[in-house]
């Protein structure tokens, strides 16, 4: 399965908003509900902001949230605070529990 | 609070075996509720899902990795385990071990992550 598309780089200042994609196919993004975002500090764990396209586990602020049109989908992080400058990673659900990444999004916070 | 830790040797000669382990604490290795499942990043790059691994033994690997990977569960030692055989410079890379959600008969996403070990193939 191929890699899904995401933007190399994304910035904002504190307190705007900004909106990460992932493009994927017929065949993972749009062809189910099981997107999920990832936040990674390098040198640490990776951790799970959005599941399900849209939904937020226990302890992630409302800032982050998800969405999805057609194969591609978004996640937007408002009220950009300096610990939100991190690498996003998309990854989808692609049938037969085969899971597909995005390539990552270097988010900085100016 | 779960924990994951993986370990194994960081560094890994060419068309040998790749050896990891993630030991599982905080949390039941036997839960129905969940696979556990390996993740890579290979320098400067995304990330790539490796496969995953039910408490039973049932698997599910990448198909671009299958020939040469094996992912196993000992759950009376609570940890699961990697082998990827006849390892070139493309499988350098940092290794995470993470559990994975099962819903409905689907494994849609990775709940919680390792810190992840760098293992690096070079001889």
């Known amino acids: 399965q191929s890699a899904l598309t995401q933007p190399p780089s994304a910035s904002g200042s504190p307190g705007q908003s900004v909106t990460i994609s992932c493009t994927g196919t017929?065949?993972?993004?749009?062809?189910?509900?099981?997107v999920s975002w990832y936040q990674h500090h390098p040198g640490e764990a990776p951790k799970l902001v959005i599941y399900g396209v849209t939904n937020r586990p226990s302890g992630v602020p409302d800032r982050f949230s998800g969405s999805k049109s057609g194969n591609t989908a978004s996640l937007t992080v408002s009220g950009l605070q300096a610990d939100d400058e991190a690498d996003y990673y998309c990854?989808?659900?692609?049938?037969?529990?085969?899971?597909?990444f995005g390539g990552g999004t270097k988010l900085t916070v100016l | 609070q779960l924990q994951l830790q993986e370990s194994g040797p960081g560094l890994v000669k060419p068309s040998e075996t790749l050896s990891l382990t993630c030991s599982v604490s905080g949390g039941a290795i036997t839960s129905n509720l969940h696979y556990w499942g390996w993740v890579r990043q290979p320098p400067g790059k995304g990330l790539e899902w490796i496969g995953s691994v039910y408490f039973t033994g049932n698997t599910y690997y990448n198909s671009s990795l299958k020939g040469r990977l094996a992912i196993s569960v000992d759950t009376s030692r609570g940890h699961f385990s990697l082998n990827l055989t006849s390892v070139t410079a493309a499988d350098t890379a940092i290794y995470y071990c993470?559990?994975?959600?099962?819903?409905?008969?689907?494994?849609?996403?990775?709940?919680?992550w390792g810190q992840g070990t760098l293992v690096t193939v070079s001889s």
């Open positions: 993470a559990r994975q959600i099962l819903d409905r008969g689907r494994l849609p996403f990775f709940d919680f």
């Open positions: 990854c989808s659900y692609a049938g037969r529990n085969k899971l597909v």
């Open positions: 017929s065949s993972d993004v749009g062809g189910y509900d099981h």
